[in-house]
């Protein structure tokens, strides 16, 4: 069919071909016209099309960040609240503890500075001072004595008794200090115990300062979260996205835990539901094992749940505490018997893997072996299969903050693909428009012969005109443009005169202008 | 709700694998025939070995039955014996030391060989026997030269039934008269290739026992 319409001019190819060619380029050359403006349009509406979905999916951005935002915001109330409640309670328990017996302290701080102060006033009272007739008698005493034997006696017994009483005076005095170094020796360990009370409250007062500085900082943020202060959006993204890789983390160890867990009880498990049926292409044995794994999970939760660790099931939260307690016991209990289960199990399975090896050196003809410390292998196999419960129960706070941060990474993902969306729309938008500018240009290289023929003609025409009238009006040379450009600007050289009139509605943004607007 | 969600997708998927259908089974069934026609029984040693090779790799679920190959072999009696492993590992583990058990006897107790070779008729036996097991994999293990002596009176000249059966000639040993036209051996293992080809079997021949691994596909003794 297609070498009858290449012969359909001539028997020879090249001639045919030829004619081919020549009918093709008068076709295209007399389409010249309609085919620039389907291909200018049809770009145009391309870009145009792109341009409007790309505001569309700019909207749904913009309402994405903005739920996220909320989403963040209120997940950080809630966190914030929850810290500030702590720091009060904490706060309390320290008032309550140290701070109720204040006024017991303030009654012994008392006593003791009065006891302090009458023990100084004892201490410093005036020593005992010799009689005051006693300056008289030494003075008597040491009168001259003139040879009289009488009175010599008598002064030398004045003299005595002055002598005496000084010494009591002395002893006195000696006794007086020595109880008032007492009384002040006393004071002591009143000073120190009065000092230890005061650095005690000291340090409870310094610890409610340090709690109610922690309650000054999360306050502060909680009142940026109310304001919806971007700066706090921005932390509490980067905090939700550093959780969530963590979280990941950790369950990504549970369930190589519950893989090794899986290993320990599937084998055994054979041999209570049997090793060769199966239940939707799975065996049977593999899915009651995973069953009991997943409900020792589950059982996890729950305690955790009753513990008010973690807050994945408002129903048990808002239990009352009895019904919590009753909860926590169950859970707790069932989580215990799957342990022993579990242990049994694994026990099972050490004496079917020695059932199996000896079975298979009997096949092989190889007499059995009696290893050594065969029980260290079977009571790790039964301790790895109790322990790996309680373990896994402990999935449940990985989990919660996993799926809390789920929530702000899954927001900023889809922000990331709606963005890339835009792009790709408006880059989609502008090469449609730019390859329809091509095509045009491609569509003259095509035409060239024609149009150089028109364009040789014009310019005879024009010649022509311009020596017949070249006395009474001078023209420009007219340059050579295609025919639809010519054409616009005859109409734009008409109209000159005229109030020039907007042809486009609007005027269209390049691309990288839109798309400067819109990272802005 | 997060709750209510996960139920019900589990629910969904539980409904989701219980409306698969019927699953195929995908259990393995094996019949050993050995040959004890002549001089051939001193390879039943070698017999013993492809023997607790196949108790080592079967598993639970799975069936296995041995019989000899002599002048009359489409007879029960022939079968020395057979099982299908329970599905209890460690009565399954019982289960193979008998049966190791009744075939060491059996190669004890042999002294001579028959003095015809009925392999058709075993293989009938055999095929029998492996389409009442059901079994998702079915193996017929010839163990023998494959040179057929038949009694006379005994009629086997006619299309083997062996759909969905693989046969698996082991140990074909050649001949005296194969040495001196080897183009014997050959077109007897061609001819029986064709017999079980048209009886819509698939056919392979296993004469290096360092390969019997790739007798069945699975190896259940490396599981644990």
């Known amino acids: 069919m297609l070498n009858e319409l290449l012969l359909l001019w001539s028997e020879q190819p090249a001639i045919s071909l030829a004619v081919w060619l020549l009918v093709l380029v008068t076709v295209l050359y007399l389409a010249r016209e ?63 503890r140290d701070l109720s017996h204040y006024p017991n302290l303030h009654r012994e701080l008392t006593d003791a500075i009065e006891r302090l102060e009458n023990d100084y006033q004892a201490a410093t009272d005036a020593p005992p ?87 000054d900082k999360h306050m502060a943020n909680y009142e940026a979260i109310r304001d919806h202060e971007d700066h706090i959006a921005r932390s509490l993204t980067a905090s939700s996205l550093t959780q969530f890789f963590i979280a990941g983390l950790v369950l990504f160890v549970a369930v190589m835990g519950g893989l ?6 599937a084998m055994p ?23 009991i794994i997943m409900v020792e999970i589950a059982m996890g939760l729950f305690l955790l749940e009753s513990l008010r660790i973690t807050k994945l099931f408002p129903v048990i939260a808002h239990m009352d505490d009895k019904m919590r307690k009753r909860m926590m016991v169950i859970s ?11 242990a049994s199990l694994a026990y099972m399975r050490d004496l079917l893997a020695l059932d199996r090896e000896a079975l298979k050196q009997s096949l092989a003809g190889v007499s059995a072996l009696n290893a050594e410390f065969r029980w260290i292998p079977s009571i790790g196999q039964m301790v790895m299969g109790f322990i790996l419960p309680f373990a896994l129960a402990f999935v449940a706070i990985p989990l919660e903050s996993f799926i809390h941060s789920s929530r702000t990474v899954l927001g900023v993902l889809t922000v990331a693909v709606l963005r890339t969306v835009i792009i ?64 616009e600007i005859q109409q734009e050289t008409v109209s000159v005169s005229e109030k020039p009139k907007r042809t486009r509605k609007r005027k269209t943004p390049d691309l990288d202008t839109d798309l400067a607007l819109n990272k802005s | 709700m997060k709750t209510l969600l996960v139920s019900l997708a589990l629910a969904t998927l539980a409904l989701t694998l219980s409306a698969c259908g019927q699953p195929q089974p995908t259990n393995k069934a094996v019949f050993l025939l050995v040959d004890t026609s002549g001089t051939y029984t001193e390879e039943l040693n070698k017999a013993q070995g492809i023997l607790n090779y196949l108790l080592a790799t079967l598993d639970s679920g799975d069936s296995i039955a041995v019989a000899r190959i002599d002048s009359g072999s489409f007879s029960e009696k022939d079968v020395i014996a ?114 079980v080809l048209d009886g819509g079997g698939n056919w392979r021949v296993v004469n290096d026992f360092d390969r019997l691994d790739r007798l069945i596909a699975i190896n259940a003794m490396d599981e644990i």
């Open chain 1, 424 to 487: 790709s729309l408006r880059l989609v938008g502008g090469f449609a428009h730019q390859v329809s500018k091509m095509l045009v240009f491609g569509y003259d290289m095509v035409i060239t012969v024609p149009l150089s023929i028109e364009k040789w003609v014009r310019q005879g025409v024009q010649a022509r005109r311009d020596r017949g009238t070249e006395a009474t009006h001078q023209y420009p040379i007219e340059p050579y443009l295609p025919l639809e450009d010519a054409d």
């Open chain 2, 82 to 195: 057979k099982a299908t492993f329970d599905e209890r590992p460690s009565m399954a583990n019982d289960q193979k030391r008998v049966f190791k058990h009744d075939m060491d006897q059996f190669v004890a107790t042999i002294k001579t060989g028959s003095a015809h070779t009925d392999i058709t008729g075993a293989i009938l036996q055999a095929a029998e026997y492996l389409q009442e097991t059901g079994a998702g994999e079915k193996y017929v293990l010839v163990f023998s030269d494959l040179e057929e002596d038949l009694q006379k009176g005994h009629i086997r000249d006619f299309p083997l039934e062996l759909d969905g059966i693989q046969v698996i000639a082991l140990n074909v040993t050649k001949l005296r008269s194969d040495n001196i036209d080897p183009r014997d051996y050959l077109n007897r293992l061609a001819q029986w290739q064709k017999r």
């Open chain 1, 332 to 342: 707790f209990s069932i989580l215990f018997i799957l342990a022993g289960i579990e």
């Open chain 1, 129 to 215: 001072l010799p009689p005051e007739w006693l300056s008289v008698v030494q003075t008597i005493s040491e009168l001259p004595r003139q040879g009289d034997p009488v009175v010599s006696s008598i002064l030398e017994n004045i003299q005595d008794e002055v002598v005496t009483a000084h010494e009591e005076t002395l002893k006195a005095y000696q006794k007086s200090s020595a109880e008032r170094h007492r009384l002040l020796g006393a004071l002591q360990p009143q000073w120190r115990a009065l000092a230890n009370k005061l650095n005690k409250t000291k340090d409870v007062v310094a610890i409610t300062q340090e709690r109610a500085d922690a309650v």
């Open chain 1, 260 to 265: 090794i867990n899986f290993q320990l009880i």
């Open chain 1, 34 to 96: 309609p085919a620039h403006l389907l291909i200018k349009s049809t770009g145009r509406a391309i870009y145009r099309f792109m341009r409007s979905a790309a505001r569309a999916v700019s909207h749904i951005e913009q309402r994405a960040i903005h739920r996220n935002k909320e989403i963040i915001l209120a997940q950080g109330r809630e966190a914030t609240e929850k810290f500030i409640e702590r720091e009060f309670t904490r706060i309390n328990e320290i008032v309550a």
């Open chain 1, 269 to 291: 498990m054979a041999e209570m539901v049997g090793g060769n049926t199966y239940t939707g292409g799975f065996k049977t044995s593999d899915i009651a094992a995973l069953v």
